[in-house]
């Protein structure tokens, strides 16, 4: 029997996001990115496409690396301007009922104390169909902007990463006990002083002594998305990720990502089939496969070669203006330009690329494949995706907005559902639950789950002293 596919879309706060230059297309409204009729249309199409949710992308930094300055990335709007994602999200849930949110918020530039309020308070908000992206940011403009002197190392980044986590599970899950929220008008207690505690926080990076300011929202901890691609950000995704996002551009790539996290979530004494996986994808449609290759054409020809060379340089940390367009990369340059292209390889591996080849790749859905054609083409590429590389879905990203997004919910969702393999309603409840169909809050061996009864765990520490 056929898995059942998922289906977010993925968009960003700003003009262009994955597709830089094609804000110069007659039909594109990102440039409406600053106006909520663009997006509450947006979610409503996507709640009418049965969609799991809207994922919101974000950087706090410019892409200055091509050429050594930001010109090439404000000239083409390669993700500048842009705005902050979490301000949307309130007027988007108001008019929608299922549709979930998740957001993009880098843990390296704001204290954990302050961002667990603001997600608490976007959960009660949308009634828990939150949930957090979990990134440590990769461009060093932003870290320089906030007063760092650089950007952390990788693997220091995780460091604080997992501390950063621990608080805000301690706030999320173990402040405020179940029951401590009463609203007595006839006693009248509000809340419970005894049954709410002081995190008693004091690590290497954060020091919180104090309670969480929200009361407990419906899911308590947002669903918790990651997306790192290296060795400790595997370990990570699967110590603590419920969804993963990936960027593959080959069917090799992909299963070998989601065999690997699957695999860390098992060392992590989780079970690997509660993790989803999304594919970043971008699916060009039309009636026939010849209307929709026209329509790939046309899109095609507004591409931005250096708005995509100047979101590949960021991307990868390597400056490619420093290579012709045309010449190969994959035997004459250093083993940092060679791993950039690595993963181009699996695609073809005979194919050497030159940079204009991955500036071509890129300059529509990024790092993600593009699949062109009918409802019937694209759903057979899909489907071929899921069984061959255990993915559970696509992160779909757009060529034009909103086009893209009502493209696949009037053609391609209709065949899908036609195929038995897309579901037809929601499941009701939190984001959580429409999701997993099980309870609204982190379940064990969850380690979120494990901050849940900080009272007790204290009186246990102290009775054995």
Not at 177 to 203: L, M, Q, W, Y
Not at 257 to 277: H, K, M, S, T, W
Not at 311 to 317: A, E
Request: proline content about 5%; overall charge negative.
């Amino acid at each position: 029997m056929s898995r059942e596919i998922r289906l977010n879309a993925f968009d960003m706060n700003c003009v262009g996001h994955q597709s830089p230059g094609l804000w110069t297309h007659p039909r594109d409204q990102s440039w409406r990115y600053k106006d909520l009729d663009y997006w509450v249309h947006l979610a409503k199409t996507l709640e009418r496409g049965k969609f799991d949710g809207l994922f919101i992308a974000d950087v706090l930094g410019v892409y200055d690396v091509l050429n050594g300055n930001a010109d090439a990335a404000l000239r083409h709007s390669a993700q500048v301007p842009v705005n902050d994602p979490l301000q949307l999200v309130p007027t988007m849930a108001y008019e929608t009922e299922h549709l979930g949110f998740g957001l993009t918020a880098s843990l390296s530039f704001e204290h954990p104390y302050t961002f667990a309020r603001r997600i608490s308070t976007l959960d009660h908000l949308t009634r828990g169909r939150v949930g957090w992206n979990i990134v440590t940011s990769y461009l060093n403009s932003g870290a320089l902007n906030i007063g760092q002197a650089q950007q952390a190392r990788h693997d220091d980044r995780y460091d604080l990463a997992e501390e950063y986590l621990e608080v805000c599970y301690k706030l999320w899950e173990g402040s405020w006990e179940d029951g401590a929220v009463v609203r007595d008008r006839a006693s009248g207690i509000f809340t419970h002083p005894e049954k709410v505690h002081p995190i008693n926080h004091h690590g290497r990076h954060f020091t919180v002594p104090g309670i969480h300011l929200s009361e407990p929202s419906p899911q308590r901890t947002p669903v918790l998305y990651q997306a790192g691609s290296s060795s400790r950000g595997k370990d990570f995704a699967g110590a603590h990720a419920e969804c993963i996002f990936v960027a593959a551009p080959s069917k090799t790539v992909l299963k070998r990502y989601v065999a690997n996290v699957r695999e860390a979530a098992a060392r992590a004494g989780r079970n690997p089939r509660e993790i989803l996986a999304f594919n970043l994808q971008t699916v060009i449609l039309g009636e026939t496969d010849a209307e929709a290759k026209k329509k790939f054409d046309e899109y095609r020809s507004h591409v931005s070669y250096e708005g995509a060379l100047a979101l590949i340089s960021g991307w990868t940390g390597i400056d490619f203006g420093q290579f012709a367009p045309d010449e190969p990369l994959r035997h004459r340059y250093t083993n940092a330009v060679q791993s950039a292209v690595e993963t181009f390889t699996t695609i073809d591996p005979d194919r050497v690329w030159t940079v204009r080849e991955m500036a071509d790749w890129v300059g529509i859905g990024g790092f993600g494949p593009v699949f062109v054609g009918s409802p019937s083409t694209v759903a057979d590429l899909l489907q071929e995706w899921v069984e061959d590389t255990d993915v559970d879905g696509f992160n779909l990203a757009y060529a034009i907005t909103p086009g893209t997004f009502e493209d696949a919910v009037d053609l391609l969702v209709p065949e899908l559902q036609r195929r038995g393999v897309y579901k037809t309603g929601y499941r009701e409840g939190t984001l959580r639950e429409k999701l997993f169909g099980a309870g609204p809050r982190l379940a064990a061996p969850h380690p979120g789950a494990g901050y849940r009864d900080l009272a007790g765990q204290r009186q246990t520490i102290a009775a054995s002293a």
